[in-house]
């Protein structure tokens, strides 16, 4: 790891505040040059401040370096790559970047492909953003052919999905409750899963998904995991028992010409819930999914480099991370989630509304030994353990970071990632309050983010009165 030189704390305290007044006059110099001009010392009037954000732009870059420029940084990079020396680890293939904003305060190998592990997420996170809406919708459409009396379809029911990646039991239940307030309790044909794009379960196959989607409509059928399912919704929520008679189905083609009608649009979680979903337990397939429906891993990082990435830093074959070829720097690593925190901003979402925070969420960061309210993507494969997120602290604010470590010991480098983040906040002390750049609002399993709300079953055309 390279030292640069640098000024002493004191000059580098002195020049750092004077940056800050320089700032500051920036702000008040013409409203300061009238209150203080010639006539001596005036009571400022009319100034408005309410209105004005007086905090440092720090649009000079120089004053930007400077306050992200600390060797206290760098010691504690160098004594966290020096103990992992000590432990065996090739110091060439452990990637670090520590940054306040966009200025780096420490790194080794920053600007290195690294194998990212699940890491690769945060650029599928990305891409979704760059393609949706934070509040968008996946629709699974529910429609029949034949004809309904009485209670009994006489033909097939027919499920148009929309990838959907977090089409679970819950949603299954609520939308069989829904099909049975429209007086559908029996199938006399099929269970028709068209159009190719209806999973379930975090299970790829259409056929698999549509098997458990007609066994989960049917409460005599329920094995012990739906219901468990079904435990997660208010006590005497109704089961639903449709009968479906014939077979699942599958067709490629899209049916939305051959249905005599359509019953339910279901809509999926917002997009903002569905990514947290998707990184809080680091799923594979909800990635893929995700991935695959913006074009794949080359779509994926294209979207990064045209939001700044560099093409060199940034290597890709799928969106979940499996596999070594899935490489980023750490740079980079840092830089997306910094872009997707600019894109979640203006829509009132901040980076905790679809990363794990610790102390609030489970998944992959529930046995870590982590400052409470860091933000984190986690990362692993057989030889790679990453981290990357953002962590408050009191003097420097949010301090960004990303550790690529390459070696065999999971447990020690997932250990040893905890230790830095937490020297980290022990030399800038512990923000005595979350920034709301970190704080959530997007909480799964709680209103308005509940799995199985049959506010989002809408009915689309009523079948026949009997």
Known sequence: MTRLPVAPRQIRTSLLSLGI??????????????????????????????????????????????????????EIVSAYLSGLSTAGYLIDEQGVWVAAGPYPMAQNQGDTLRPAASLTKIATTLAALVTWEPESHFETLVGWRGEIKDGVLTGDLVIEGGNDPLFVSEEAIALGNALEKLNIRRVTGDLIIAGDSFTMNFETSPSKSGQILKQVLNSA???????????????????????????????????????????IRHQSLPLVAVLKAMNIYSNNPMAEQVANMVGGSAAVMSKA????????????????????????????????????????????????????????????????????????????????????????????????????????????????????????????GKATETPPELRTTVNIGQAPYLFGDPGRNQPITLPPSP
């Open 21 to 74: 007044g320089l700032a500051l006059f920036s702000v008040f110099g013409l409203k300061l040059g009238h209150v203080f001009g010639g006539r001596g010392w005036q009571p400022a009037e009319n100034m408005a401040l309410g209105s004005i954000d007086i905090r440092p732009a720090w649009e000079s870059a120089w004053i930007r370096e400077l306050a992200a420029d600390d060797p206290a940084a760098e």
């Open 221 to 263: 059928e329920w094995d012990y995991a739906i219901s468990s399912s079904y435990q997660n919704f208010p006590p005497n929520t109704p089961k639903p028992s449709i009968q479906i008679d014939g077979q699942v189905k599958i067709s490629a083609a899209s049916w939305k010409d051959q249905v005599s009608g359509w019953l």
């Open 305 to 428: 480099i045209e939001i700044g990435v560099m093409p060199a830093e940034l290597s890709l074959v799928n969106g979940s991370g499996l596999g070594e070829a899935n490489q980023m720097s750490p740079r980079a690593a840092v830089l997306m989630l910094q872009k997707i925190q600019a894109l979640l901003q203006p829509q009132g979402y901040t980076l905790a509304d679809i990363f794990p925070v610790t102390g609030a969420d489970g998944g992959t960061v529930a046995d870590r030994n982590l400052p409470a309210n860091t933000v984190v993507k986690t990362g692993t494969l057989a030889v790679v353990s990453a981290l990357a997120g953002a962590v408050p602290t009191a003097e420097r604010g949010i301090v960004w970071f990303s550790l690529l470590n390459y070696g065999a010991g999971l447990d020690n480098l997932r250990s040893r990632q905890d230790q830095i983040i937490l020297a980290i906040e022990q030399q800038w």
